[in-house]
């Protein structure tokens, strides 16, 4: 899966830490981590003290599909990117009209965590 660079770097160093071993996000035995867990216990708590709203995991996946659409101006990158069979499921379900202020805003939070 492709990842932009500021993912890339810190799941390197993350590797790095864990010495390459076994899941990159470990569990407590011979499993990985359960995505669940870490959304009751991380994500959800962090949301609620920031006063934000839950919107689930896939949210993540439909703005993905939005973001990919509005940067590259057809539905092909989202369509591969998300496993679709055709640029008609990614456009019906996957991508909404998005502000030129949100993506402007993305832009600058990605070259914040870039330093």
Request: glycine fraction near 14%; aromatic fraction near 6%; include cysteine.
């Amino acid at each position: 899966m492709p990842l932009i660079a500021p993912v890339r770097l810190f799941l390197g160093l993350w590797r790095q830490r864990c010495r390459g071993e076994g899941w990159v996000f470990p569990g407590r035995g011979v499993e990985p981590m359960s995505l669940d867990g870490v959304v009751g216990r991380v994500i959800r708590p962090a949301l609620d003290r920031a006063g934000l709203p839950w919107k689930g995991l896939h949210a993540g996946r439909r703005g993905l599909g939005t973001t990919l659409r509005a940067l590259t101006g057809n539905s092909n990158a989202g369509r591969d990117m998300l496993g679709h069979s055709n640029a008609q499921v990614t456009e019906a379900h996957y991508e909404a009209p998005m502000p030129e202020e949100v993506m402007r805003g993305m832009k600058l939070l990605e070259e914040k965590v870039k330093r």
